[in-house]
Structures are given as C-alpha cells and as structure tokens.
C-alpha cells in the first residue's frame, strides 16, 4: 500500500511541472515569433524609408533644378525689362530733342513776322492809332504773342541790365550818363528764348 501512494504523490508531483513547462516553451517560442516578425517589419520599414528617403531627394533636387531655371527666367525677364526702359527712354529723349529741334526752327522763322508787325505798329501815325485797321494790327499782335508766350517762347530782357554773351549780342558801344559800363543802353533787336534755350540773341548796345 504504501508503494502505490509513493507513486500516486510522484504522479501528482511530475503532473503539475510538467502542464507548467508546456505554456513556457511556447511563450518563447510566441516571442521568437514576434520578434522575427517585427524585424520583418523594421526592414519593410526601412526599406520603405529608404524609399521614401530617395524619392525625396529626387523631388527636391528637380524642385532645385526648377527654382535654378525660374531665377534664371526671372533674371532674364529683369535684364529685358531694364533694357526697354533704357530703350523707351533713350526713344523719348530722341523725340523731345526732335521736337525741340522743329519747334526752335518754326519759332526762328516765325521771329522776323514779329519783327515786322513791330516795325509797322512803330509806323502808325499817332492820330490813327485808334481806328478800327490800327486796332484790328494790335490785336493780331496781341494774339501772336500770346501764344508764343504759351509755347513757353519769352523775350530776352536787355535795356538796363548787365551784358552777358549767353543771351546778347553787343553789335556797338555808346556813352550813356545813364547806365554804367558793361550795361546795356539800346536794344536794336529783340531776342527770344525757347524753354530756357536761346532761339535768337539780342542785337544791343553797350555803354563802353
């Protein structure tokens, strides 16, 4: 009797270690699993990643390829523009020149009419300054100088002030009690000027 409840304990003993070294053999066997299954994954990843990595850097090196072509398109752009304004305004300068070129030589032709509608103002007699041909010269006179003086043409001042070559042309010398020296007494032609410019100097005389 005592042999059969020996070997029923050893039964009882062995049973319970060996149903507690079964889940542990798979437990590890589970996690080898896992783990290889997870490396499987890291390099799926990975090469994912690289994937990814190379695909990137292709996309920013074509997009730094485009930003190089866009700057050069826009310095392109940049020098053609600086180039027509210079063009335009080197354009604009011809014309102005032109056009002060032909309105200097209408204004020198137009200067003698004005010269002689002076000459016959002087030569109307005092007692028919008031009929209506007298008056009718005055105010085609009036008329002619008016719109010179819009087309900005002005009289060169000269009696009383100092002789400057720039703007009269001292054709004689005279005494005069006066004005001083160097300043001019008589003007026996009117000049003009154009914008600043000289159209015609002024024929004067000069106190020696």
């Known amino acids: 009797m005592a042999d059969e409840k020996d070997i029923k304990k050893e039964i009882e003993i062995e049973t319970p270690e060996e149903e507690l070294e079964t889940p542990a053999e798979e437990t590890e066997a589970e996690v080898e699993e896992a783990s290889e299954e997870t490396e499987k994954v890291q390099e799926e990843e990975a090469k994912e990643d690289k994937k990814a ?12 390829v485009m930003k190089e072509k866009i700057e050069e398109l826009e ?34 032709k137009i200067l003698p009419v004005v ?9 109307i007699p005092e007692e028919e300054k008031g009929t209506p041909f007298a008056e009718g010269m005055e105010m085609i ?34 005494e005069s009690d006066e004005y001083e020296s ?14 600043d410019a000289v159209v015609r100097h002024s024929m004067v005389a000069v106190v020696a």
């Open 75 to 108: 310095d392109k752009v940049r020098r053609q523009m600086a180039e027509f304004d210079n063009f335009r305004k080197r354009t604009d300068k011809e014309k102005t020149a032109m056009f002060e070129t032909g309105a200097k030589s209408v204004i020198e």
């Open 115 to 123: 010269d002689n509608f002076e000459r016959g103002l002087a030569t």
């Open 53 to 64: 990595f190379k695909k990137k850097q292709k996309a920013d090196k074509k997009q730094d």
């Open 141 to 174: 006179y009036r008329q002619l100088m008016t719109e010179l003086d819009k087309m900005e043409v002005k009289v060169i001042p000269a009696v009383g002030e100092e002789f400057d070559p720039a703007l009269h042309n001292a054709v004689m010398q005279v």
């Open 182 to 195: 160097g300043v001019i007494a008589q003007e026996l032609l009117k000049g003009y000027t154009y914008r």
